[in-house]
């Protein structure tokens, strides 16, 4: 209502703690929207709502604490033309693409792997060279594969149904399927030395794994293999030089392109769907900005120290604007009122992202030396 008078676009913030309900909180607010539209097609609500079992499928997993976390934060706006509904669009940010390759105990990879291996005919499975999730090594890291809260098979034909009403085509359907399982056989991939004459390299020892990765990406298994074992520099005169890597460094190169895979795969996902439900005329909006909760693990990977940092800069917004400039105003226009004490957060992000000694900066720092060493100390004194 206030859009509709006022003229001007708003903006609904969603926080709080992992488990809290955010994601449900989306759902609904879209629900509630999609209610109240005045349109007289619904085709572009339902494709607007349609979006949100693949986003979910695709960035949403079971943590901890919560057996549908989100693992990336979204701004969704929805258009408004005289009250009915015109059109969205999704901005994605931080997707945890360390999931990938590394689970928790307790923990799942993100709910598509699941629910395809559970929703597949056994003919489709056989295509993709899909067995139990029990056999890859990213998604057995965490212990038992189901969770009694979800039915991954029921929730992948939702998926396939959803994708259908975003206008996905079948070949684009087959081509997603086929990069997310590629990153399966990917994971699976280990390596051996073999002795070159007087040099010692390493190859990919499960060699089947290696084929069907290469076979479902269309690329050479060759090409492949030595993406994961060399790297390749450039000599000053622009000679191409290649040298080997060691065993840990391949297996890091081996999930860094599973990682890029899968996030570039999220990405263009998002662009189709905008490109489906983002063609009208930007008149008003409605946003939603539903962000990524706190948590704190045992092990906190480099994106959860992010998403802690998103959400301590919100909290530091709120405390701002609730508390510290609305009591600065009571002061200017004398009011009388009961001091509010709140915990001022701003030393710890000054710790984390302040210039020049945050630890951010710090990294960063570290990061652009030639040589980068894993362990970088530091020492907070008094």
């Not at 030089?241 to 996030?263: C, F």
């Not at 900005?289 to 045992?298: K, S, T, V």
Request: include cysteine; proline fraction near 2%.
């Amino acid at each position: 209502m206030s859009m509709q008078k006022a003229g001007k676009n708003q903006c609904i913030v969603i926080s709080g703690e992992s488990g809290a309900g955010k994601t449900e909180s989306t759902k609904l607010i879209m629900q509630y929207l999609a209610a109240i539209n005045k349109s007289s097609s619904n085709l572009i609500t339902e494709q607007i709502l349609e979006a949100n079992p693949v986003l979910e499928s695709f960035g949403n997993a079971k943590t901890i604490r919560n057996d549908n976390s989100s693992r990336f934060g979204k701004y969704i706006e929805v258009y408004f033309t005289n009250g009915s509904i015109t059109g969205a669009k999704t901005t994605d940010y931080l997707l945890e693409k360390s999931r990938i390759a590394h689970q928790a105990p307790g923990e799942r990879n993100y709910h598509i792997f699941y629910e395809m291996i559970e929703g597949m005919s056994e003919g489709e499975k056989a295509k993709y060279g899909l067995r139990h999730a029990s056999n890859y090594r990213y998604l057995n890291q965490g212990g038992s594969p189901q969770i009694s809260s979800r039915q991954d098979a029921e929730s992948f034909i939702r998926l396939v149904s959803a994708m259908e009403i975003l206008k996905f085509q079948p070949a684009e359907m087959e081509a997603i399927f086929s990069v997310l399982s590629a990153v399966l056989h990917l994971g699976n991939i280990k390596f051996t030395l073999s002795q070159h004459g007087r040099e010692e390299s390493l190859i990919v020892s499960n060699v089947q794994e290696l084929r069907k990765s290469a076979q479902l990406l269309m690329v050479s298994s060759e090409k492949l293999e030595k993406a994961m074992t060399h790297k390749f520099m450039r000599e000053p005169g622009g000679e191409r030089i290649m040298s080997p890597l060691t065993h840990e460094q391949a297996q890091d190169a081996r999930d860094a392109i599973g990682k890029s895979l899968y996030s570039t795969l999220f990405t263009w996902l998002i662009q189709n769907i905008n490109k489906v439900v983002n063609k009208a005329q930007k008149v008003s909006s409605i946003a939603i900005l539903d962000i990524f909760g706190f948590e704190d693990f045992q092990t906190n990977s480099f994106e959860q120290l992010c998403i802690n940092y998103a959400n301590e800069n919100l909290h530091f917004f709120f405390n701002r604007h609730i508390f510290n400039l609305e009591q600065e105003e009571y002061i200017r226009e004398h009011i009388k009122w009961t001091n509010v004490a709140y915990k001022d957060n701003q030393m710890c992000l000054d710790m984390i992202g302040k210039r020049p000694i945050g630890i951010f900066h710090l990294l960063d720092d570290e990061s652009s030396f030639p040589r980068v060493y894993k362990k970088i100390l530091l020492i907070f004194e008094d």
